[in-house]
């Protein structure tokens, strides 16, 4: 699976755009780009992929480079409930993750009153 | 439906001990996958299975045994427990499908071992 790089943290405002950035310059052709969340002590949850296109769901927006070497995920409306820690990830389509995912220790976002 | 259940939520052991983690799901998938999480740490994968009757190794399998005789269920064995096993236990499951890679997690187990 291809490398991905987050920043460890990021603030932001209750109410405002959260933008999660995410390189993953060594992409290859086939590979998604998911996004999942860990609030404190529970398990992850997944919370959109994409190819290519830009992709939007009922908790965020994924927007992929035209070059697909990096990635943001958009939380549009943050609220406290969405302090957790971010996670994104790189994968080919195994079909369901048959060999699991790679997580690394991805970005912690803190939504501040 | 349920989701991924995973029992128990707390448990403490003392080195040398055996005990099976137990997670259940009631989506029908048929990848199921068991992770550890250490402190400050991303998720490790253990074991995983593709179907019933069907396991593999994942990243840090030692020490851990497991099983897969119903779509259901996939219980983790802790052989012999040791301190270095204290951690975090996540299941989770999915079902392939087109290029999606959704896994369902359930709440974790808390596992120390003395």
């Known amino acids: 699976d291809a490398k991905t790089t987050q920043p460890p943290s990021m603030d932001c405002a209750e109410g405002r755009a959260a933008n999660l950035p995410c390189n993953h310059s060594?992409?290859?052709?086939?590979?998604?780009v998911y996004w999942y969340r860990q609030i404190h002590s529970q398990g992850p949850q997944y919370i959109i992929h994409g190819l290519k296109n830009n992709e939007t769901n009922e908790m965020a927006s994924l927007i992929i480079t035209e070059d697909r070497k990096s990635s943001t995920l958009i939380l549009p409306h943050a609220t406290l409930r969405d302090t957790a820690v971010y996670y994104c990830?790189?994968?080919?389509?195994?079909?369901?993750?048959?060999?699991?995912?790679?997580f690394g220790k991805g970005t912690h976002l803190i939504i501040q009153p | 439906n349920a989701g991924v259940t995973q029992t128990p939520k707390f448990q403490v052991l003392k080195t040398g001990q055996s005990m099976t983690l137990q997670c259940a799901q009631d989506m029908n998938h048929e990848y199921m996958s068991w992770y550890r999480q250490d402190p400050g740490m991303g998720l490790r994968l253990i074991h995983y299975s593709v179907g019933a009757g069907i396991t593999d190794q994942g990243e840090v399998p030692n020490g851990y045994n497991v099983s897969r005789s119903t779509t259901e269920d996939f219980p983790l064995r802790l052989l012999s427990a040791a301190p270095s096993q204290t951690s975090v236990y996540f299941c989770a499951s999915s079902h392939p499908g087109s290029g999606a890679d959704t896994q369902y997690f359930g709440p974790g187990t808390r596992l120390t071992v003395l």
């Open positions: 060594t992409i290859s052709g086939n590979e998604y």
């Open positions: 990830i790189v994968r080919p389509p195994q079909g369901g993750g048959a060999d699991g995912l790679t």
